[in-house]
């Protein structure tokens, strides 16, 4: 391994890949819009998340009685999948300026398998997702995420806590918020008249430090990742008292 491929190496082991990104966005949705057929299908509820990955794509929980599974299953008797595009857009828990921290698009075609898509006992269809291409943007920034990658990574394991982490840390300990500002560069405060807690996983914390007509986000990582939500206190206070992991 040459210096450039050691230090990428290091770099990934310090904040999640973007196909670790978008599972992580998928994971913790509670909505999502869906594009096909010309018409768009707005989604809600908790259990509209792609699970694991089936023999050759992601498995999509929707209610079986939605319009989305019946032109599935439509298309399921001419033998093609359904052409789709799926959205997520992930906003920050906490009010500050600029709240979507990422948008995530999935364009595949959708497969009802059985002909009708696997029943579930909550009224849900599972429908087979073959994603052709997948699309992260942060920051005004799109990167294009390799699908077979998004089929081996799992989504973070505090993505489903995570707002509730952010929101306790702003509300009930601005006192280490306040002290997370020592671990940043000096340089980087001039001008900053706010800061709050933006991102939470489990490599680290991203604070976003609000100047009066910008803002800049600086992660602090945690050294090692964490293997689940019950080590986060653990792993900010070994953070603030400089401690190893």
């Given amino acids: ?19 670790e990104v978008v599972r992580s966005v998928i994971r913790r949705a509670t909505s999502l819009t869906a594009a096909a057929n010309g ?7 908790p259990d509209l998340v ?11 929980r ?31 828990p906490l009010a500050v300026r600029d709240r979507v ?10 497969f009802a398998p059985q002909g009708r898509g696997r ?14 291409q997948v699309t992260l943007d942060t920051a005004g920034a799109s990167t294009l995420v390799d699908p077979a990658e998004l089929l081996r990574v799992e989504a973070d394991p505090l993505a489903t806590v995570e707002s509730a982490l952010l929101i306790h840390l702003a509300e009930d300990h601005q006192d280490h918020v306040a002290a997370l500002l020592g671990l940043i560069d000096p340089q980087l405060l001039r001008g900053v008249l706010g800061v709050s807690p933006l991102t939470l996983d ?14 800049q986000d600086v992660r602090l990582s945690f050294g ?20 190893p992991a």
């Fill in 101 to 110: 921290r990422s948008r995530v698009r999935l364009a595949g075609r959708l």
């Fill in 119 to 132: 029943r579930l006992q909550d009224g849900l269809v599972e429908l087979l997702l073959d994603v052709r």
């Fill in 62 to 92: 929707v209610p079986a009685d939605s319009r989305l599974a019946r032109e599935t299953a439509m298309v399921a008797r001419e033998g093609d999948g359904l052409p789709v595009v799926l959205d997520w857009t992930d906003v920050a």
């Fill in 1 to 19: 391994m040459d210096l450039a491929e050691s230090r990428a190496a290091e770099s990934r082991t310090h904040e999640p890949s973007d196909a």
């Fill in 39 to 45: 018409g768009r299908h707005e989604l809600l509820g």
């Fill in 202 to 215: 489990r490599y680290g914390i991203v604070l976003r430090l609000t100047r009066r007509h910008s803002h």
């Fill in 50 to 60: 792609l699970v694991a990955p089936g023999e050759w794509g992601l498995l999509l």
């Fill in 224 to 243: 090692e990742p964490l293997p689940d939500a019950e080590q986060v206190g653990h792993r900010l206070h070994a953070l603030l008292a400089g401690r």
